[in-house]
């Protein structure tokens, strides 16, 4: 009896991976999404660039939101009526809780709500109204609300009176921005909305715009073509008074003094134009973008002083290094100016899941750590699902949103995917056979078999 019983519990462990491979695997359906909205996006670089200050003067954003998520447990939105970019607005907390150890937690931004689902829900961030920054760049914040749960998140802002390039001949005056990003899952399907304005625009007190609008719509659902429409809209255009139109090509004014209207933006170094709506949508998912007006306004600098590196030469043995040279300011700049810009990208695609008995079921993680990510058939991520639009002109790439961090059990079964379990359970299971086995082949080469130890 106690041989058979030994035996039965070797062939159990031997047939363990091929039990496993047997049970009945459930395949549910994943979602992912990001979107990204500005209203307004200046840069202003210096051509050639002198120096790395030079190369990258200015470049901020008035009316910004953007969202991520995915049904793996990702949901995330922001919004700041002006920003001016990651490095400036999360740096600082970077830097203190992963290089160094900092005094004193850096302050928050104030101008930015950030919600994710389940750390802070809502967020909101007020302003009080007034102008802020100064020379080439003033804008009027208003307010951000942010907005994140399981299912869906959301992210709105506006600003008031904006201020651009003041002083040079390609001058911007926007009367009021804003910017939203709405993310919203059902059972087996997604929807996005994401949308830029801008209104009373004046361009070097010669071209005036009503308003000017970009926006995207996309809905997947599994089984079914993706819906994507981006859009753009520029109406009420006036030059000097004259109505006009703007395309890819420029700025078109009729009549006998549309030339010379035309001739005076080329003098003044101003360009105008639109860029247009793009997208590139496969079975599982879809990728949009929309860029409403591009202006390019190329500003001379002279007679600024030259800024030598204050930096005392390296000591021996590091004099080798050569020394940063300063900053020469003079020479060309180019502003760069976008109004109405949005872009969005989606994917739908089946993610393998098994069971652990009492842990429940466990999905595949995603490369990035949060999440999941579409297997088998349907792509790894919405950058292979929607590849092609990375090619095209204008195409808006994702935004970078900060997942949540997982912790605990979910965090340890994150580290692995399905196939790297199912190969784990099968090693445990093989290295129990071999150590039965072994165990076995030792006692009989101690003792012998059990029919010579009762002879004996």
Known sequence: MIRAGRFAVAALLALGPVLAAALPASADAFLQAQ??????????????????????LLDDAVAYAASDFDTGGSSEALAAPAFPGRLVVQGPQLLCSELFSCPATPPSYPLLADASYPRRQHDTATASGSATGSGPFVVTPVQAEATATADTNSGTTTGGRTSLLAGTPGALSIGA?????????????????????????SIGGLVAIGSVVARDDIVISAGKKPVDTPTITVS???????????????????????????????????????????????????????????????????????????????????????QLPGVNANG?????????????????GEEPSFDLGSFGTVPTPSAGGSGGSSTGAAPTSLGQQVGGARGQAGAVPPPQVAAPRASGLRGILDGFTSGQLETLYAVVTLGAVVLFVGWRGAAVLRHGPPGARRRR
Do not use: C, M, W
């Open 236 to 322: 009420d255009v006036t030059v000097a008074g004259q109505k006009a139109s703007i395309d890819d090509r420029g700025v078109h004014v009729p009549g006998g003094d549309g030339p010379s209207l035309s001739h005076q933006l080329d003098q003044a170094g101003v360009s105008v134009r639109t860029v247009g709506a793009h997208r590139a949508d496969t079975a599982t998912g879809a990728r949009g973008d929309a860029t409403a007006l591009e202006i390019d306004v190329q500003v001379p600098v002279s007679g600024v002083p030259y800024v030598p590196n204050p930096l005392p030469q390296l000591p021996p043995p590091f004099d080798q290094v050569p």
């Open 177 to 201: 921005s804003s910017a939203a990003s709405t993310v919203t899952s059902a059972t087996g399907s997604l929807r996005l909305r994401v949308e830029s304005s801008v209104s009373n625009v």
């Open 332 to 348: 060309t700049y180019v502003a760069h100016v976008t109004l109405g810009a949005v872009g969005a990208a989606a994917g739908i």
């Open 35 to 56: 979107t990204t909205a500005t209203a307004v996006h200046v840069t202003v670089t210096q051509q050639p660039a002198s120096s790395i200050i030079t190369a990258s």
